[in-house]
């Protein structure tokens, strides 16, 4: 399919021929059920065939603007040509070997390319794995090995990942858990500074940092802080949705606790990095160096699973055999990868996010004071979440009406996705044009208005 620039898929709109599920679909998920495993959450009852930019087309040829680049992967939109040649490259050159038991340029050049883009001048290591879970499963390992100490630290409405030890760092939702105990040992979790609901009951900036000070009792009757070797956390917690802490927090924690007892700072980016909140890695925000970095989702534009550990050398120390994946690093996803960040530099994505993002937040908080169900608009970059409440005092959350501004946006066209408890979440890929933002900005318009009207 040609690429052509502005210009909307074939020159269409979004377009809903029949509401989804329509009965192509419908025939597919009923084999799906057949044979699935029921553990997946679906959040559309969408089949997908195929897609291009801003674009992915379901069975039944409805044409949906996808405002959460295919779950926060597609940064550089669906099917984008750069990326396919790069792939169709490797493909014929050489797709496997046999695991990190041998050498690869395309592992050390992509190793290169995370170390000079994450934050710190200082030498670096980078592990290679699969998936954001086995980043952060990598981290996790990585800390324990190195400070030989047992305990992490979390956040509440923190996740990351679904294997044991990510699962185990993770609490969004108590279905995570449930049934899977005894998880990973030795993991406390801290309250999140989600401001909007405080856990303090407090308001920022007149709180005096009462979640620090909660941090620092929990030191005194709790947890040996010596006996930490980790805080974990999302920079912008994401399935929780898109909570953003306050412009001082991270540099607390980082003097107040990781410098003063030798934790390590672990930042979870794997739906917030790579120029998705208009700096390369979102921590940047924060002005704090971490000490490990966890990428995946849009680090191969989601052609192929790959995750990446991106840790100081001094850290990343442990001795061979101590972790590897036979996958980890396959080549083909390499070679995606090394496109997709060549593609970001020269096409100045990340700048592109930055910009479209203050057009995409003045909108929405010009929206949210002539709205009645807008409580809270918050994000950085194009990753906004938007907090639905049914009384702006209360702050009461309108799960249903959240619900049906995302079916009535399905309706119309515009793929939005859930996050937290009645919040939506808007992240289009970096590519998007202005005209695309401005289109799917307004259908959103549309959809609130209308569920709006109805309450
Ligand atoms: C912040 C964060 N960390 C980790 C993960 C887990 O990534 P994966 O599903 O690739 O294992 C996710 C996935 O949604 C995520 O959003």
């Known amino acids: 399919m040609p690429r052509k ?3 909307p898929w074939n020159g269409l709109l979004p377009k809903v021929v029949v509401r989804v599920p329509g009965p192509k679909a419908r025939k597919i998920v009923a084999r799906d059920k057949r044979v699935m495993s029921p553990s997946y959450t679906r959040a559309e009852p969408i089949v997908a065939s195929d897609g291009w930019g801003c674009y992915v087309r379901d069975v039944d040829g ?28 490797q493909l014929r050159k050489l797709t496997h070997f046999a695991g990190t038991d041998f050498y690869y340029e395309a592992q050390v050049t992509l190793a290169e390319m995370l170390i000079r883009i994450t934050p710190g001048r200082f030498e ?8 954001g879970a086995e980043s952060v499963e990598a981290a996790f390992k990585c800390a324990r090995w190195h400070t ?14 679904r294997t044991f030890g990510a699962m185990s760092l993770s609490s969004t939702n108590v279905l995570h858990h449930r049934y899977f105990a005894p998880l990973v040992p030795g993991v406390s979790f801290l309250p999140y500074p989600y401001c909007y609901r405080c856990p303090f009951k407090l308001e920022y900036p007149g709180c005096g940092f009462a979640c620090i000070d909660f941090i620092k009792d929990m030191l005194r009757k709790v947890i040996p802080p010596e006996e930490v070797a980790a805080i974990i956390t999302e920079p912008i917690q994401g399935s929780s949705g898109y909570i953003v802490p306050p412009p001082e927090y991270f540099k607390v924690i980082k003097e107040e606790f990781c410098d003063k007892y030798g934790w390590l700072f672990i930042v979870d980016e794997i739906q917030t990095g790579l120029g998705r909140t208009g700096k390369m890695f ?8 971490p000490d490990i970095v966890c990428v995946a989702k849009a680090l191969a534009g989601g052609i192929a699973p790959i995750g990446a550990t991106i840790a100081r050398a001094e850290v990343m120390n442990w001795e061979p055999g101590a972790h590897a994946s036979t996958f980890g690093g396959n080549l083909v996803a390499c070679a995606a990868a090394i496109e997709g960040l060549k593609l970001l530099k020269e096409e100045k994505l990340v700048e592109r996010a930055a910009k479209l993002g203050r057009v995409m937040l003045r909108r929405l908080t010009d929206l949210a004071e002539r ?6 608009v918050r994000g950085k970059g194009l990753l906004v979440g938007i ?8 702050k009461e959350r ?38 695309e933002l401005d289109l799917g900005l307004d259908l959103f318009e549309e959809a609130l208005r209308e569920v709006e009207r109805k309450c």
């Open 5 to 7: 620039k502005s210009v």
């Open 62 to 89: 409805n044409i949906f603007l996808d405002f959460s680049s295919g779950m926060f992967v597609l940064n550089y939109g669906y099917s984008h040509p750069r990326l396919i040649s790069a792939v169709e490259r």
């Open 124 to 131: 670096k290591r980078v592990y290679f794995g699969n998936s």
């Open 148 to 161: 030989r100490r047992p305990r992490m630290l979390s956040y509440v409405g923190g996740f990351h990942g």
């Open 282 to 289: 979102a921590i940047e925000h924060w002005k704090v160096i």
């Open 371 to 376: 709205s009645r169900l807008i409580g809270d």
């Open 387 to 394: 907090e639905l409440v049914k009384n702006k005092r209360t």
């Open 398 to 435: 309108a799960i249903k009406e959240r619900n049906a501004v995302v079916q009535r946006a399905l309706d119309k066209g515009l793929l939005i996705f859930r996050g937290g408890k009645s919040v939506i979440r808007l992240a289009p890929p970096l590519t998007i044009t202005r005209q």
